[in-house]
């Protein structure tokens, strides 16, 4: 079989599986039509017909398949062929093409740290008169009774590299990664984190777009091994109460000729000119960038101090409370930004293309951080006096915050037709929608607070 991939807009994979004789040259010069209404954020039922125009270089085997299966991604098209701008993978390619365009960089190279949890069981429901939810862990202290009787359990904020007995997904996450190479995705190292049941397997960084397709493939391959080893698995930024959140720490450099960008020697972290200008332009456009870049109402239950939660917009060298840390190194190729603040909720195809715009306003404008106040601070942040916090600006504390800074300042988002006004209004009003859905809905901690008020 030939299974065909493409992404709607909030960054879920959806397939069509063809048999193998099915697919032919036709087929790549010609594209395959779909529903496009059927399309979480995609078109109305009477502009429905859409076409999907395939990748060849994406093919890899799946191996969760029982059937041996080739699986191809391929990117949205209108019926006449032309790009479609709610496609996620096409604003991907646009933002790359961009930035050849700028004339300030060739390539540049993306490595994402996504984190998430490995749960033994979840149930969850959601009704008019009923809400709830429920997940184990047998490495939790929740309820002995029921999944820690082994007594080699992790107390909350205190699983960051545990070995087995108490990391009791080690295995999982072992063949999850053998796995990952098996479909082409070179893995550096994986480890259990800092919550319970918390896991991050690290990938190699790679182009924009490629990026983003492995993002996608990671994802898939974490959620169905975790299944193969009787788990289920979540990217939830903050699915447990009092415990660490997952974020998907996302490393940025600019290249051009086979050179780093971003490094010059006896600077401070040893970073250009461009370097600073690029995370000015992050830092400044942030409270808008998290509209896609923590785009669900969970994410803000990461995002609030004392949970290593990157909530202050600054940047500093090797500080995990800043925003943007640049990790410390000699090394003119590995020198890079660290945007801290993602989640790995986010479509990747649209979080990576909005912070390049971001950071290339930056160098465009030539922003100066320290300037605009963005520091560098070499501080704990959580630790400062109250009159130095002061000056310090934070990330936005809600998703409708997030959605109404992106609507203030997206001018950015429009630079080369990367993104168009068309995408963004979508987003806003499909997220929105969303956010109404927690907000209007009664929380069951009210119950515990006020039944009886």
């Not at 979480?40 to 502009?47: A, C, E, M, Y």
């Not at 995002?303 to 917009?313: M, Q, R, S, T």
């Not at 909005?354 to 070499?378: E, H, N, Q, S, W």
């Not at 168009?420 to 607070?449: C, G, N």
Request: glycine share 6%.
């Amino acid at each position: 079989m030939v299974d065909l991939r493409i992404v709607d807009l909030s960054g879920r994979w959806q397939h069509f599986s063809l048999p193998a004789t099915e697919v032919d040259a036709d087929t790549f010069a010609n594209g395959i039509p779909f529903d496009g209404s059927s399309v979480k954020g995609f078109r109305t039922i009477d502009q429905s017909d859409m076409l999907m125009s395939l990748d060849p270089h994406s093919a890899v085997i799946d191996p969760f398949a029982s059937v041996p299966t080739l699986s191809v991604l391929a990117d949205v098209r209108l019926p006449d062929g032309k790009e479609y701008g709610r496609d996620p993978r096409t604003v991907a390619r646009r933002a790359e093409r961009y930035l050849q365009a700028s004339g300030i960089a060739e390539t540049s190279y993306w490595g994402p740290e996504l984190e998430f949890f490995l749960f033994d069981t979840v149930t969850h429901h959601l009704s008019p008169n009923a809400a709830g939810y429920r997940f184990d862990s047998e490495e939790s202290v929740w309820d002995p009774s029921e999944v820690a009787d082994h007594g080699y359990v992790i107390r909350p904020k205190d699983g960051y590299a545990l070995l087995p007995p108490h990391d009791a997904t080690m295995d999982a996450r072992t063949e999850i990664v053998q796995m990952l190479r098996r479909q082409g995705v070179r893995v550096e190292m994986h480890h259990h984190e800092v919550g319970v049941a918390q896991q991050e397997i690290d990938i190699r960084y790679n182009t924009l777009t490629a990026q983003a397709d492995t993002v996608m493939l990671y994802k898939h391959t974490v959620r169905n091994g975790a299944r193969l080893h009787g788990k289920t698995a979540t990217f939830m930024p903050k699915p447990l109460y009092g415990d660490n959140g997952s974020g998907m720490h996302v490393h940025q450099s600019l290249w051009t000729g086979g050179k780093p960008l971003f490094f010059e020697a006896g600077r401070y972290a040893n970073l250009s000119d461009i370097a600073r200008a690029y995370l000015a332009g992050i830092l400044i456009h942030a409270p808008a960038l998290l509209a896609f870049t923590n785009p669900t109402t969970n994410s803000y239950r990461r995002l609030v101090p004392g949970y290593e939660a990157p909530v202050n917009i600054v940047f500093s060298r090797g500080n995990r409370s800043a925003a943007i840390r640049i990790p410390v190194t000699e090394s003119p190729v590995a020198t890079r930004i660290e945007f801290r603040t993602p989640d790995p909720t986010s479509n990747p195809y649209l979080a990576f293309a909005a912070c390049l715009l971001a950071g290339l306003d930056g160098v465009r404008r030539k922003l100066d951080p320290t300037a605009l106040g963005f520091g560098p601070v070499d501080k704990n942040i959580y630790e400062l006096p109250a009159e130095e916090m002061a000056a310090i600006a934070s990330v936005p504390g809600s998703l409708e915050e997030a959605l109404s800074s992106l609507e203030r300042d997206h001018e950015f988002l429009l630079a080369g037709g990367v993104f168009e006004e068309d995408l963004i209004s979508t987003w806003v009003s499909m997220k929105r929608e969303e956010a109404d859905m927690v907000r209007l809905r009664p929380h069951p901690a009210e119950f515990t607070l006020y039944y009886d008020a």
